[in-house]
């Protein structure tokens, strides 16, 4: 298990004689006052004079120190719905170390206020599984985004990027919970406010106000709310704080691939508002180009015992999928089935003692037998291993379709040969003959392996470190036929994958054939399929053979050394995206790299911890 990693302890609902929801692990109560959101209303939505201070903004970020029962969040959501005059989006970015259950919360709610109750279902219905790090809701179709760092307040606060205008200032007193009101917490929110960044909070100790002053605040005591005498607010110092960014008129954004990744980042980009387009040769096939006739694909969170990188990047991207794609026509999304990863039984003994240390929910993994696996999976198997809740089958031809249709979207069947700049700094896309196809403010590059040959086309740029170890690699899907009238219900895999068909067979694979010129269906690769997939099933006799030897899909994947998604900016080329390197993981990466891309674009809080950002940069 890795050194950093934080189980997620959820809280426990407990309540006082009088009802109010108290914290045995603090020793202290959720709220004070007998409505539930009056103090949230007065302590930090008027300390942070709200809502006068978002008005005439393009968007406005607040950043909370604990979640608790989230009525600070729905006081501000309240406040922000009921103001004519509101920003267009409204960001909050909330840290939790003891996040409450669904159950536990749905239950509190029922308790608010008739006019609140459509916000705290909304919130409901979108809150997330419980594992450690960082978690986006969008609601209010996708004008108001909730943030959730769930885990330690001392682990994430450094590893959040974003700007903040109002802080909300709240956790347990000081006298319990200590490691929440410290000046290494206060130095943080100053690094993350703008330069005329507020904060509130119901806590007025001394030592608290002298330690706010000595971040960079300048300190107010007020009259308190409830039983408290005083209360605090605070405002950045001059010259301190970041510069707030200006709205600007939409960026020209020209992706360069039609696959996965380049599909995913355009749409992100049109559900703000961002034209795009969207340049591959191969839409002269069709919006699925390569793609086409691809009849399956999977999408799993990856799962490790010590909760490693690709783990942690692999959850965030499987969740943003998930957010992002869920408002995508039925035959375009995703369809969130499970998956069932058979474990050897010599490893069995290790991976159930790593769920017990993880923690996670088992609405996201749990360990099954073989019987369990049976009727998940519609498919008898004979060994145990672990089911995956999050588990998704995509159909790539619809899905990629509902990605490219929307009306901001625009796609080009061109090929771009090289990259240049204008003497303005705007990007020039050219093709084989030197004619300009688009001119663009940012360039994103999701044309897999040929990226690197694209970047080496830039006068003066040094291509990436990580790039230079690029690897192309060919395979195929084999699309098998099933005896007996048995019905594939889930994902599976285990040293090969299966997922179920549309047409009442499976797609099963895949083969792997690096560096090669050619990717291309062979009998020999049905073969290799058939013998991966047979060994998923305790029944062989149930499967049948491709048919024609064109029954299956060929296509490529490329990876670097590291075998993490190269994801970012490129240093020295102001506007350039990458999102490539994806590997076998092209569905998960593609949600993670869209969402990266349209929080940078539009100076959103981004969805990942800075360490991990770090992780997939291209350097």
Same mark, same amino acid.
């Given at each position: 298990m890795s050194s950093s990693f934080e189980p997620l302890i959820p809280a426990t609902l407990e309540l006082n004689p009088d009802g109010t929801p108290v914290s045995r692990r603090f020793d202290d109560i959720y709220y004070a006052g007998s409505v539930p959101l009056a103090q949230a209303r007065h302590v930090f939505v008027g300390g942070n004079q709200l809502p006068e201070r978002w008005r005439g903004r393009t968007h406005f970020t607040v950043l909370e120190t604990g979640f608790g029962l989230g009525h600070n969040f729905l006081a501000l959501w309240d406040t922000w719905r009921r103001d004519p005059q509101r920003c267009d989006r409204l960001h909050m970015v909330s840290v939790e170390a +003891?996040?409450?259950? %669904?159950?536990?919360?749905?239950?509190?709610?029922?308790?608010?206020?008739?006019?609140?109750?459509?916000? #705290?279902?909304?919130?409901?219905? +979108?809150?997330?599984?419980?594992?450690?790090? $960082? +978690?986006?809701l969008e609601l209010d179709g996708g004008a108001v985004t909730l943030t959730l760092a769930l885990g330690g307040v001392v682990r994430l606060l450094p590893e959040l990027q974003l700007t903040f205008d109002a802080c909300f200032l709240d956790g347990f007193s000081p006298r319990v919970n200590p490691e929440m009101w410290t000046p290494q917490i206060f130095r943080q929110l100053a690094r993350l406010g703008c330069a005329d960044a507020t904060l509130a909070t119901w806590c007025s100790a001394g030592q608290v106000r002298r330690d706010l002053e000595d971040a960079g605040f300048l300190v107010q005591r007020l009259p308190g709310f409830g039983t408290k005498r005083h209360r605090i607010v605070a405002q950045l110092r001059p010259g301190m704080g970041k510069t707030r960014s200006v709205a600007a008129p939409s960026p020209r954004v020209a992706v360069v691939g039609?696959?996965?990744a380049g599909a995913a980042a355009a749409y992100a980009l049109a559900a703000r508002g961002g034209a795009v387009t969207v340049f591959d040769p191969a839409f002269s096939? @069709?919006? =699925?180009?390569?793609h086409r006739d691809h009849r399956g694909g999977a999408m799993t969170p990856v799962v490790s015992r010590d909760d490693d990188i690709r783990a942690r990047l692999s959850r965030t991207g499987v969740f943003l999928a998930g957010q992002r794609w869920a408002n995508l026509d039925a035959a375009a999304r995703p369809q969130r089935c499970g998956t069932f990863q058979r474990i050897d039984a010599a490893e069995g003994d290790a991976w159930k003692q =790593? &769920?017990?240390?993880?923690?996670?929910?088992?609405t996201f993994v749990r360990w099954v037998d073989a019987e369990e696996a049976s009727a998940l999976t519609g498919v008898r198997q004979q060994r145990p291993g672990l089911w995956h809740g999050h588990g998704h089958l995509v159909r790539p031809e619809s899905f990629l379709d509902g990605l490219l249709t929307p009306p901001l979207v625009a796609t080009q069947a061109r090929h771009v040969a090289r990259l240049g700049?204008?003497? %303005?700094?705007?990007? &020039?896309?050219?093709?084989?003959?030197?004619?300009?196809l688009a001119c663009a403010d940012w360039v994103v590059l999701a044309a897999s392996w040929l990226v690197p040959r694209l970047l080496s086309t830039i006068p003066g740029l040094v291509t990436p470190g990580r790039l230079q170890t690029m690897r192309r690699v060919g395979g195929q899907l084999s699309y098998f036929s099933m005896a007996g009238g048995t019905t594939l219900k889930s994902v599976v895999s285990g040293g090969g994958l299966c997922l179920p068909d549309a047409q009442g067979g499976l797609v099963g694979g895949s083969t792997y054939v690096p560096d090669t010129t050619l990717s291309i269906m062979t009998r020999k690769g049905h073969q290799e399929n058939r013998n991966k997939v047979m060994a998923l099933f305790a029944d062989p006799t149930?499967?049948?053979?491709?048919?024609?030897?064109?029954?299956?899909?060929?296509?490529?994947?490329? =990876?670097?050394?590291?075998?993490?998604?190269?994801?970012?900016?490129?240093? @020295?080329a102001p506007g350039l995206?990458?999102?490539? @390197?994806?590997?076998?993981?092209?569905?998960?990466?593609? #949600?993670?790299? *869209?969402?990266?891309? =349209? *929080?940078?674009?539009?100076?959103?809080?981004?969805?990942?911890?800075? @360490?991990?950002?770090?992780? $997939?940069?291209?350097?």
């Open positions: +003891h996040p409450f259950k %669904h159950c536990d919360l749905s239950l509190l709610y029922g308790r608010l206020d008739s006019s609140l109750q459509p916000l #705290a279902q909304q919130l409901l219905e +979108h809150w997330p599984e419980l594992t450690p790090g $960082i +978690h986006r039609g696959g996965f096939q @069709g919006p =699925a180009g390569t =790593a &769920l017990q240390r993880l923690s996670f929910p088992e700049r204008s003497g %303005h700094g705007e990007w &020039l896309l050219y093709n084989e003959d030197g004619d300009v149930m499967l049948g053979w491709p048919r024609p030897l064109a029954d299956g899909w060929a296509g490529w994947r490329a =990876a670097v050394r590291d075998r993490r998604p190269v994801i970012g900016s490129v240093a @020295g995206w990458l999102a490539c @390197g994806f590997g076998s993981r092209g569905l998960t990466w593609s #949600a993670l790299a *869209a969402e990266l891309l =349209a *929080a940078t674009l539009n100076h959103e809080p981004l969805p990942l911890e800075r @360490g991990l950002v770090q992780r $997939i940069a291209p350097v």
